[in-house]
Protein backbone atom coordinates (compact mmCIF):
# COMPACT_ATOMS: atom_id res chain seq x y z
CA UNK A 1 0.00 0.00 0.00
CA UNK A 2 2.79 2.70 0.61
CA UNK A 3 4.34 2.05 -2.70
CA UNK A 4 1.13 2.11 -3.87
CA UNK A 5 0.72 5.39 -2.78
CA UNK A 6 3.56 6.71 -3.40
CA UNK A 7 3.31 5.78 -7.00
CA UNK A 8 0.40 7.91 -7.81
CA UNK A 9 1.91 11.00 -5.17
CA UNK A 10 5.12 10.91 -7.95
CA UNK A 11 2.37 10.43 -11.10
CA UNK A 12 0.66 13.93 -9.80
CA UNK A 13 3.62 15.44 -9.34
CA UNK A 14 4.98 14.67 -12.62
CA UNK A 15 2.09 16.91 -14.42
CA UNK A 16 3.82 20.05 -13.22
CA UNK A 17 7.28 18.40 -13.20
CA UNK A 18 9.63 16.22 -15.18
CA UNK A 19 10.74 13.60 -12.23
CA UNK A 20 14.46 12.06 -12.89
CA UNK A 21 16.79 10.46 -10.50
CA UNK A 22 19.62 12.49 -9.39
CA UNK A 23 22.98 11.89 -10.89
CA UNK A 24 25.10 14.08 -9.26
CA UNK A 25 27.30 17.08 -10.68
CA UNK A 26 27.87 16.36 -14.02
CA UNK A 27 31.96 17.23 -14.76
CA UNK A 28 34.19 16.55 -17.71
CA UNK A 29 34.95 13.57 -18.30
CA UNK A 30 38.55 11.51 -17.66
CA UNK A 31 40.87 11.38 -20.02
CA UNK A 32 43.02 9.16 -18.63
CA UNK A 33 44.11 5.56 -19.73
CA UNK A 34 42.28 3.86 -16.56
CA UNK A 35 39.14 5.42 -18.13
CA UNK A 36 39.18 3.60 -21.66
CA UNK A 37 38.07 -0.07 -21.59
CA UNK A 38 37.49 -2.00 -24.33
CA UNK A 39 38.12 0.12 -26.83
CA UNK A 40 35.88 3.06 -25.96
CA UNK A 41 36.51 5.53 -23.26
CA UNK A 42 34.68 5.09 -19.61
CA UNK A 43 33.03 8.48 -18.56
CA UNK A 44 34.40 9.08 -14.88
CA UNK A 45 33.07 12.28 -12.85
CA UNK A 46 35.30 14.23 -10.79
CA UNK A 47 34.13 15.06 -7.62
CA UNK A 48 33.89 18.55 -6.66
CA UNK A 49 32.24 19.62 -3.66
CA UNK A 50 30.91 23.45 -3.67
CA UNK A 51 30.45 24.30 0.07
CA UNK A 52 28.80 28.23 0.75
CA UNK A 53 29.86 29.52 3.66
CA UNK A 54 28.40 31.80 5.78
CA UNK A 55 30.77 33.50 8.78
CA UNK A 56 29.28 35.76 11.18
CA UNK A 57 31.03 37.82 14.00
CA UNK A 58 30.04 36.82 18.22
CA UNK A 59 27.82 40.15 18.37
CA UNK A 60 26.22 39.56 14.56
CA UNK A 61 26.90 40.97 11.35
CA UNK A 62 29.21 38.99 8.66
CA UNK A 63 32.57 38.91 8.79
CA UNK A 64 34.67 39.76 5.87
CA UNK A 65 37.59 39.71 3.61
CA UNK A 66 38.57 36.36 4.97
CA UNK A 67 41.08 35.00 2.61
CA UNK A 68 41.51 31.04 1.31
CA UNK A 69 44.14 30.93 3.91
CA UNK A 70 41.76 31.73 6.69
CA UNK A 71 39.40 28.77 5.56
CA UNK A 72 40.22 24.67 6.60
CA UNK A 73 37.72 22.10 5.18
CA UNK A 74 37.46 18.15 6.06
CA UNK A 75 35.44 15.72 4.79
CA UNK A 76 34.74 12.47 6.78
CA UNK A 77 38.13 13.92 9.10
CA UNK A 78 40.29 13.98 6.16
CA UNK A 79 41.34 17.64 5.21
CA UNK A 80 40.86 18.66 1.74
CA UNK A 81 42.85 21.30 -0.68
CA UNK A 82 40.73 24.22 -1.54
CA UNK A 83 40.85 24.66 -5.06
CA UNK A 84 37.86 26.75 -5.32
CA UNK A 85 37.34 30.15 -3.19
CA UNK A 86 35.56 33.20 -3.60
CA UNK A 87 34.18 35.93 -1.35
CA UNK A 88 32.27 37.59 -3.90
CA UNK A 89 28.52 36.60 -3.58
CA UNK A 90 28.11 34.42 -6.82
CA UNK A 91 24.96 33.93 -8.86
CA UNK A 92 22.18 32.35 -7.53
CA UNK A 93 19.22 30.22 -8.59
CA UNK A 94 16.30 30.40 -6.28
CA UNK A 95 12.97 28.91 -5.30
CA UNK A 96 10.85 31.02 -3.98
CA UNK A 97 8.05 28.78 -2.21
CA UNK A 98 4.90 30.03 -0.90
CA UNK A 99 2.54 28.43 1.25
CA UNK A 100 -1.48 29.15 0.41
CA UNK A 101 -3.49 26.92 2.39
CA UNK A 102 -6.18 28.72 4.01
CA UNK A 103 -4.26 29.33 7.21
CA UNK A 104 -2.25 32.52 5.93
CA UNK A 105 -5.35 33.68 3.76
CA UNK A 106 -5.49 36.77 6.26
CA UNK A 107 -2.16 37.37 5.49
CA UNK A 108 -1.78 36.96 1.43
CA UNK A 109 -1.58 40.72 0.58
CA UNK A 110 1.55 41.00 2.97
CA UNK A 111 2.96 37.65 1.58
CA UNK A 112 2.43 39.28 -2.40
CA UNK A 113 4.18 42.62 -1.03
CA UNK A 114 7.19 40.96 0.66
CA UNK A 115 8.02 38.84 -1.98
CA UNK A 116 7.63 41.40 -4.88
CA UNK A 117 10.08 43.50 -2.97
CA UNK A 118 12.11 40.82 -2.40
CA UNK A 119 12.91 39.36 -5.94
CA UNK A 120 13.00 43.35 -7.17
CA UNK A 121 15.94 43.96 -5.16
CA UNK A 122 17.97 40.41 -6.42
CA UNK A 123 21.11 40.86 -8.30
CA UNK A 124 20.71 40.99 -12.71
CA UNK A 125 22.50 37.51 -12.68
CA UNK A 126 20.65 36.04 -10.25
CA UNK A 127 17.64 34.07 -11.18
CA UNK A 128 14.14 32.75 -9.36
CA UNK A 129 11.25 30.54 -10.03
CA UNK A 130 8.17 30.47 -7.86
CA UNK A 131 6.20 28.09 -6.95
CA UNK A 132 2.61 27.34 -4.64
CA UNK A 133 1.48 24.35 -2.48
CA UNK A 134 -1.56 24.00 -0.57
CA UNK A 135 -2.95 20.41 -1.67
CA UNK A 136 -1.38 20.76 -4.92
CA UNK A 137 1.94 22.04 -6.06
CA UNK A 138 2.44 24.13 -9.11
CA UNK A 139 5.42 26.01 -10.72
CA UNK A 140 4.30 29.20 -11.06
CA UNK A 141 7.11 30.75 -12.71
CA UNK A 142 10.05 29.31 -14.13
CA UNK A 143 13.70 30.00 -14.00
CA UNK A 144 14.09 33.78 -15.07
CA UNK A 145 13.96 37.45 -13.57
CA UNK A 146 10.96 38.71 -14.85
CA UNK A 147 10.01 40.87 -11.61
CA UNK A 148 6.44 42.80 -13.56
CA UNK A 149 5.01 39.20 -13.56
CA UNK A 150 4.58 38.59 -10.01
CA UNK A 151 2.09 40.89 -8.77
CA UNK A 152 0.20 39.84 -11.93
CA UNK A 153 0.74 35.83 -10.84
CA UNK A 154 0.37 35.79 -6.98
CA UNK A 155 -3.09 38.64 -7.88
CA UNK A 156 -4.77 35.07 -9.11
CA UNK A 157 -4.33 33.13 -6.02
CA UNK A 158 -6.84 32.15 -3.78
CA UNK A 159 -5.41 30.63 -0.43
CA UNK A 160 -7.74 27.34 0.80
CA UNK A 161 -7.29 23.65 1.61
CA UNK A 162 -4.79 21.69 3.34
CA UNK A 163 -1.00 21.59 2.55
CA UNK A 164 1.65 18.57 0.98
CA UNK A 165 4.50 19.90 2.69
CA UNK A 166 7.24 16.99 2.31
CA UNK A 167 5.83 16.61 -1.15
CA UNK A 168 6.92 19.95 -2.13
CA UNK A 169 10.30 19.64 -0.68
CA UNK A 170 10.75 16.69 -2.33
CA UNK A 171 9.58 17.93 -6.11
CA UNK A 172 11.60 21.60 -5.26
CA UNK A 173 14.76 19.21 -5.15
CA UNK A 174 14.36 16.51 -7.39
CA UNK A 175 12.56 18.74 -10.33
CA UNK A 176 13.31 22.66 -9.93
CA UNK A 177 16.65 22.49 -9.55
CA UNK A 178 16.99 19.35 -12.00
CA UNK A 179 20.45 20.20 -13.88
CA UNK A 180 21.11 23.87 -12.33
CA UNK A 181 24.87 24.13 -11.37
CA UNK A 182 25.00 27.54 -9.96
CA UNK A 183 24.51 28.46 -6.23
CA UNK A 184 21.22 27.05 -5.34
CA UNK A 185 18.77 28.08 -2.18
CA UNK A 186 14.91 27.73 -1.65
CA UNK A 187 13.25 30.10 0.55
CA UNK A 188 10.01 28.33 2.10
CA UNK A 189 6.97 30.13 3.98
CA UNK A 190 5.97 27.21 6.19
CA UNK A 191 5.01 26.19 9.71
CA UNK A 192 5.93 22.59 9.29
CA UNK A 193 2.44 21.27 9.23
CA UNK A 194 1.68 18.13 6.73
CA UNK A 195 -1.38 17.28 6.28
CA UNK A 196 -1.79 14.82 2.95
CA UNK A 197 2.13 14.62 1.78
CA UNK A 198 2.86 10.65 0.39
CA UNK A 199 6.23 11.62 0.59
CA UNK A 200 8.05 11.20 3.63
CA UNK A 201 10.08 13.69 5.81
CA UNK A 202 13.17 11.63 5.64
CA UNK A 203 12.63 10.95 1.79
CA UNK A 204 12.17 15.12 1.65
CA UNK A 205 15.22 15.52 3.38
CA UNK A 206 17.36 13.29 1.46
CA UNK A 207 15.81 14.57 -1.77
CA UNK A 208 16.89 18.51 -0.28
CA UNK A 209 20.68 17.33 0.92
CA UNK A 210 21.05 15.99 -2.82
CA UNK A 211 19.65 18.82 -4.84
CA UNK A 212 22.94 20.53 -2.55
CA UNK A 213 20.07 23.98 -2.36
CA UNK A 214 19.79 25.94 0.72
CA UNK A 215 16.71 25.74 2.41
CA UNK A 216 15.77 29.09 4.60
CA UNK A 217 12.46 28.48 6.48
CA UNK A 218 10.44 30.94 7.25
CA UNK A 219 8.62 29.58 10.23
CA UNK A 220 5.33 30.49 10.85
CA UNK A 221 5.05 28.92 14.24
CA UNK A 222 5.72 32.14 16.22
CA UNK A 223 3.27 34.11 14.34
CA UNK A 224 1.33 31.12 14.85
CA UNK A 225 1.62 31.00 18.52
CA UNK A 226 0.86 34.46 19.13
CA UNK A 227 -1.92 34.24 16.92
CA UNK A 228 -3.58 31.28 19.09
CA UNK A 229 -2.92 33.22 22.05
CA UNK A 230 -5.14 36.16 21.14
CA UNK A 231 -7.81 33.77 20.56
CA UNK A 232 -7.42 31.65 23.09
CA UNK A 233 -7.46 35.01 25.40
CA UNK A 234 -10.96 35.26 23.44
CA UNK A 235 -12.15 32.08 24.26
CA UNK A 236 -11.64 30.50 21.04
CA UNK A 237 -10.90 26.51 21.07
CA UNK A 238 -8.80 27.00 17.76
CA UNK A 239 -5.77 25.91 18.28
CA UNK A 240 -2.89 23.79 18.07
CA UNK A 241 -1.13 22.03 20.84
CA UNK A 242 1.65 23.83 21.62
CA UNK A 243 3.97 20.40 21.90
CA UNK A 244 2.97 19.98 17.92
CA UNK A 245 4.30 23.60 17.03
CA UNK A 246 7.42 22.68 19.31
CA UNK A 247 7.79 19.18 17.12
CA UNK A 248 7.21 20.80 13.60
CA UNK A 249 9.37 23.26 14.62
CA UNK A 250 12.03 20.67 14.97
CA UNK A 251 11.47 19.44 11.53
CA UNK A 252 12.24 22.35 9.95
CA UNK A 253 15.34 23.07 11.54
CA UNK A 254 16.70 19.69 11.05
CA UNK A 255 15.97 20.41 7.13
CA UNK A 256 17.86 23.53 7.34
CA UNK A 257 20.56 22.42 9.04
CA UNK A 258 21.44 19.74 6.82
CA UNK A 259 21.10 21.90 3.71
CA UNK A 260 23.27 24.71 5.00
CA UNK A 261 20.35 26.90 5.51
CA UNK A 262 18.15 28.51 8.47
CA UNK A 263 15.55 29.41 9.87
CA UNK A 264 13.76 32.38 10.86
CA UNK A 265 10.74 33.64 12.97
CA UNK A 266 9.09 36.31 11.71
CA UNK A 267 6.67 37.34 14.89
CA UNK A 268 3.96 38.67 12.55
CA UNK A 269 3.89 38.15 9.01
CA UNK A 270 4.31 42.27 8.20
CA UNK A 271 7.95 41.11 8.89
CA UNK A 272 8.47 39.57 6.06
CA UNK A 273 10.01 42.61 4.57
CA UNK A 274 12.71 42.30 6.81
CA UNK A 275 13.18 38.37 6.63
CA UNK A 276 13.50 38.46 3.02
CA UNK A 277 16.12 41.18 3.61
CA UNK A 278 18.05 39.16 5.65
CA UNK A 279 17.96 36.01 3.68
CA UNK A 280 19.17 38.26 0.39
CA UNK A 281 21.88 39.87 2.43
CA UNK A 282 22.77 36.30 3.63
CA UNK A 283 23.53 35.25 0.18
CA UNK A 284 25.13 38.09 -0.66
CA UNK A 285 27.76 38.33 2.12
CA UNK A 286 28.81 34.21 1.54
CA UNK A 287 32.20 32.72 0.67
CA UNK A 288 31.93 29.67 -1.63
CA UNK A 289 35.04 26.97 -0.89
CA UNK A 290 35.12 24.01 -3.28
CA UNK A 291 37.31 21.22 -3.14
CA UNK A 292 37.64 17.83 -4.95
CA UNK A 293 37.52 14.94 -2.69
CA UNK A 294 40.64 12.46 -1.74
CA UNK A 295 37.81 9.85 -1.73
CA UNK A 296 37.31 8.64 -5.25
CA UNK A 297 34.71 5.91 -4.57
CA UNK A 298 31.84 7.29 -6.54
CA UNK A 299 29.04 4.99 -4.20
CA UNK A 300 26.33 7.39 -3.45
CA UNK A 301 27.62 7.70 0.18
CA UNK A 302 26.85 10.19 2.50
CA UNK A 303 30.11 12.44 3.66
CA UNK A 304 30.67 14.72 6.50
CA UNK A 305 31.81 18.16 6.14
CA UNK A 306 33.82 20.04 8.56
CA UNK A 307 34.90 23.84 7.75
CA UNK A 308 36.77 25.27 10.50
CA UNK A 309 37.80 29.18 9.94
CA UNK A 310 40.82 31.51 11.88
CA UNK A 311 38.44 34.09 13.32
CA UNK A 312 38.22 34.11 16.57
CA UNK A 313 34.60 33.65 18.72
CA UNK A 314 33.65 33.42 14.37
CA UNK A 315 29.97 31.36 13.74
CA UNK A 316 30.12 28.77 10.58
CA UNK A 317 26.72 28.08 8.65
CA UNK A 318 27.47 25.59 6.16
CA UNK A 319 25.87 22.28 4.85
CA UNK A 320 27.08 19.43 7.25
CA UNK A 321 27.60 17.07 4.33
CA UNK A 322 26.53 15.83 1.20
CA UNK A 323 25.91 12.54 -1.00
CA UNK A 324 28.61 11.21 -3.62
CA UNK A 325 27.47 10.57 -6.91
CA UNK A 326 26.83 7.33 -8.02
CA UNK A 327 29.11 5.66 -10.97
CA UNK A 328 26.65 4.39 -13.11
CA UNK A 329 28.97 1.20 -13.71
CA UNK A 330 28.76 -0.04 -9.88
CA UNK A 331 24.93 -0.20 -10.34
Known amino acids: MRIRNKFWAVFSLAVLFSVSLWSGPQQPPSDTPEARQGGFKVSVKVNMVTVPVTVKKPEGGFIKGLQKDDFRIYEDGVPQEITLFSQEGLPTRI ?16 IMQATRGFVEHLHPEDQFALLTFNNEIRLKMD ?13 SIYCKENTRLWDTVWAVSSNTFKGIEEKKAVIIMSDGQDTESSISYQEAVEAAVRSEAAVYVVSKTEALRQLYRMRNEENSNYSIPHEALAQYDLLLRNLAYKTGGRVLYPNLFGQLNDIYAEVNEELRNQYTIGYISNNKANDGSYRNIDVRVKAPGASITARPGYYA ?6 L
Do not use: H, K, M
Open 95 to 110: AIVLDISGSVRSAWGT
Open 325 to 330: PIDPRI
Open 143 to 155: WGNETDRVNEVLG
